[in-house]
Structure formats: C-alpha cells, structure tokens
C-alpha cells in the first residue's frame, strides 16, 4: 500500500496535477479582489491579502521548479535533485500549501462571493483565465511535451496550432454573432429622453423616428464623433419628439476604427416600439429598489402588483460595479424588461452603484447629465436626489475613491436654486436621510424640500418596506417636517424581493406592496395635505 501511495505521488500525472492547481489557487483568490477590504479589516493588517496572494504565487513558481527537477532528472554533484532530502522536504510542503491555497482559494474566497457577489466574482475570473490559460499552458508543454511519446507530440501540437489559428482568426474576424441584448429603455434625464440599450459587442447606435413629418435618425455621438468602443448605447431626444411617438434603434458592429477608415460588421434594426407617456390626472408607478442582482425575484414580485404607466427604480442594483457588464444585466436589461421600451424610467442612484471602476461611468452610460434634477409628469413633479455613499468618504471600503461629501454639499446648493412648478411634487432618494454621514447636510436637504411643497419621499436602502418613523430617532428627525411622508420600498430582504406600487391622483397618493411571494406588505393612502 505504502509503495503504491508513493508511485502515484511520484508520478507525472500527480506533478501536472500538483502544477495546475498551484497555479490557480491565485487565480481564484485574485478574482475575489474586490472583497479583500473585509478580510483586511476583519484582521486588522491592511495587506494581508496581498502577502497571501504572493505566498500562492511563491508556492506556484516553487512547484514548477519542482516538477522542472523530477521530469528533466536534473543533476548536482552527479546526483539526482529529486532524490535528495532537501528536495523531498520542498516537494511535501508544496504539495500542503497548494492543497491548503486551492482549498482557501474556491471554498474562503469563492464563498465570501456567493450571492449577489457572484456576478463580479465570476466576471474577474474571466478577465483572469484567458491569461492564466495560456501561461500554465505554455509551462506545461515545456515542461511535459519534451519528455511524451512522439504521436503524443504530434497530437499536443496539432491541437495548439488549431486553437492558435482560430483565436487568430476570431481577433481578426470575431466568430460570436452581433446582437441586441435588452430592450431599448426610455430614462427621464431631467431635460429630455435617454434611450438605452446594449449589445454584446462593441458598435455604434441610432434611434430612428418620425415627428411632424420630418425623419429623424439620432446617432449615439460626443460632438460629432459616433462612438465606437460602446457596449451601453444612449441617444438624447427631446421629450416632444417622443411622447406618445413610435421608434427604433439600431446598431452597426464595429470590429475596428482607426484614425482614417474602419472595419464595420453586421448592422441590426429593432422592431418598432411606441413609447407610452401618461401624464393625466391619475398616474401609476412601479417602485423598485435594492435588487441586488436578484433580478427574477423583482420580477416575481411585479408579476403582483398589475399594470404600470412608468417605473421608478430607486438604486442598489448591484454590489458595486466593477464592469460595464454588470450596468448591463442589472440595470439596463433588468429595465428593459420591465418597461419594454414602452414606458418612461426614472432612476435614482443607490450607494451600491457609487462603487466600483465603472462606478464614474454609470452617468454617460444611461444618458444622465446628473444623478440629482428634477422632472415632470402632467400635474406632478419629481425632485430625484442622489444620497451617495452611506458612510464617510474616509472609511477604508472606499480606499481613497470617493469624494461624495463634496458632491453632496453640492447637491443640496443646487437644490436651494429649485423652483418647482408643480403642486404635488414627489421626492425620490435612495436613502431617506440624504445624506447619512452629515446630519447638518441632511437638515438642510429636508429643509429646501419642505420649502419646495414634497408631500411624499420615496427612499429604498433600509430593506424594509414601511413608513419611515417608527424609531425614535425617525420620530425626532421628522417632528421638524410634519407635512413630509418617507416611505421605505423594501426590495430584497432574508431572500424575498419586496416591490410597490404608487398611485398618484388629484385624491391622494396611494401606495401598495407586496412579496415576491403574493404576500401584502403595505396598503396605505395619504392626501396631498397633511391632516
């Protein structure tokens, strides 16, 4: 048994083995970079994933050295390396620290990304592996290829030279089919529509119409210039243009631009839809927030709630946003959906979308001058608010990236200059507070919308769907505005999505939740008067 155990640690399959999962145990931990903040802060020493990421590559680069010695028989003072005690004691602790790493790496790493984590998780794992392939690759077949039978070889080559050739090719001529991947949206910026929609390949947009006889065609373009390097496609257009007005889009693959000329491919055209715009006296909302990725229970949820003119999604849709990819499944097709390209949005920010490299990117990508402004609907008026990030811009979660206590202060300045024309105006934040790390500036946030005539704030953040003020903090804060109503949406809590329905009429505004599940959460009316 003893003997048996020990020609299969002493094989060549055991050290490809051995070499491989040395190599990823990095690679997996790597790709859950953006959760090390809390392993450093849990422990207390700001680099210590760092110094484990470079004891799993130490280990990796120890490995190839060893299985380099065993299979080439390397010599010193005319005696095998491998044979050695030294080389016995590196090769047992190589073998400990990359079970130990790899086991670290998929069980410790992969389970702090489970859940709503798992969509960036995933998305730098695939950043990672294409690289990572080819480099343990091309160390192995150094390392084994030498040492195989020659139709081994010949057999090794023929399959490298073929997926050579066809990564040669698809970067010349991509191989993956052009498509359309949502359905256009329709975003309130405030000063007209934002139309939205994505592709799963870079290219250049345009929405196409007609308004008063005239042809439109309105590209995706910075002054002048189309864009070429987009996945996220927004076109601007006047609200009148659109109101009530049928439209497409379309899109032309760009495989390459250069300074003179380009390389376009397929061109695709959207089926006509028509965009729905009510701005009578009754008015009906869905009211959606903190999703977090888990976009089928919102729509589970939704299923419930009826019929709708327009959508308010009041932010959280994702654990940060590290890739434009995750703007794509969670906002932009998540609305698609729900709209169909038939019914104006407003978005509102969430704290969870101020994080992330593509975070600064978010604004361009839906079309929006700002995430703070005001908009318009019949008789109503919206002030949309943008609350930031939920701590100070000094917490280590942010590490050095943020400086939303400046864009606040500015927030509410430009908010002192609001004038609204409505009467019944709504206010849309995604946390009620406005700011939740400076009470001086949540005051005086408060204050400017109670000048303004709000009636109602609808907020998300909290998980909870109820009627801000059954604390006594709540109660304290709001005895100072006794004709404001903040309302909490709800969204996803303990794995049940909570959405709402808000009902706006010359009578009072009405709201309604419930569960993903059928179950009513909240039924309430308010009158545009506090009594």
């Not at 090769?91 to 960036?120: D, P, Q, Y």
């Not at 959280?316 to 932009?332: K, L």
């Not at 939303?404 to 908010?415: E, Q, S, V």
Request: negative net charge.
């Amino acid at each position: 048994m003893k003997n048996k155990l020990f020609r299969i640690f002493d094989s060549n399959g055991y050290l490809f083995a051995l070499l491989v999962l040395a190599a990823l145990a990095p690679v997996f931990s790597y790709a859950a970079r953006a959760t090390w903040v809390f392993v450093n802060i849990t422990v207390n020493f700001a680099h210590f994933t760092t110094v484990l990421l470079c004891a799993m590559i130490a280990n990796a680069i120890t490995a190839a050295v060893l299985t380099a010695l065993k299979i080439y028989k390397v010599k010193k003072n005319g005696n095998a390396v491998c044979e050695t005690k030294g080389y016995k004691v590196f090769f047992v602790l190589a073998s400990l620290f990359t079970l130990v790493f790899t086991i670290a790496a998929v069980s410790f790493f992969s389970g702090m990304c489970h859940g709503e984590n798992k969509e960036v998780y995933t998305l730098y794992l695939q950043k990672s592996l294409p690289l990572t392939s080819v480099f343990v690759a091309v160390l192995v077949l150094a390392l084994f290829v030498p040492k195989m039978p020659k139709k081994a070889k010949t057999a090794v080559c023929a399959i490298v030279l073929l997926i050579t050739a066809v990564a040669l090719i698809d970067n010349i001529f991509p191989l993956n089919p052009y498509k359309i991947t949502s359905e256009p949206i329709v975003f309130d910026n405030g000063g007209g529509y934002s139309v939205v929609f994505s592709t799963n390949d870079q290219g250049t947009a345009y929405i196409e119409y007609t308004y008063n006889g005239e042809d439109y065609k309105v590209f995706d373009a910075t002054g002048g210039k189309i864009h070429t390097d987009k996945r996220i496609h927004s076109m601007q257009v006047p609200y009148e243009h659109l109101k009530n007005n049928t439209y497409r889009v379309g899109t032309v693959r760009v495989i390459e631009s250069y300074s003179y000329g380009s390389r376009l491919g397929k061109e695709l055209i959207s089926a006509d839809y028509t965009l729905s715009v009510n701005e009578g006296e009754t008015q009906e909302y869905l009211v959606l927030s903190d999703w977090h990725t888990w976009v089928e229970r919102a729509y589970a949820a939704t299923e419930y709630l009826g019929s709708y003119d327009a959508v308010i999604l009041l932010g959280d849709a994702t654990p940060g946003v590290d890739f434009e990819e995750q703007v794509i499944s969670n906002i932009v097709q998540f609305a698609g959906e729900l709209t169909k390209g038939a019914k104006p949005v407003l978005y509102v920010r969430g704290n969870h979308e101020t994080r992330g490299n593509y975070a600064s990117e978010i604004s361009d990508a839906l079309g929006l001058d700002e995430f703070y402004f005001t908009a318009n609907s019949g008789p109503y008026g919206f002030i949309i608010l943008d609350s930031g990030e939920d701590k100070d811009d000094s917490h280590p979660e942010y590490g050095g990236t943020t400086d939303y206590n400046t864009y606040r202060a500015d927030m509410i300045k430009w908010l002192s200059g609001v004038e609204m024309r409505n009467e019944k105006v709504i206010a849309l934040s995604h946390s009620w507070h406005i700011s939740d790390v400076e009470p001086e500036l949540s005051k005086a946030g408060w204050d400017e919308l109670n000048r303004l005539g709000v009636r109602m704030l609808l907020s998300g953040h909290i998980h909870q769907c109820r009627l801000i003020g059954s604390t006594d903090g709540e109660k304290e804060f709001l005895s100072a505005y006794p004709d404001i109503l903040a309302y909490a949406d709800g969204g996803n809590s303990g794995g049940t999505f909570t959405g709402s329905k808000m009902t706006l009429s010359p009578d009072g505004i009405h709201l309604f939740a419930i569960d993903q599940n059928g179950e009513e959460k909240f039924n309430s009316h308010f009158a545009w008067i506090a009594e």
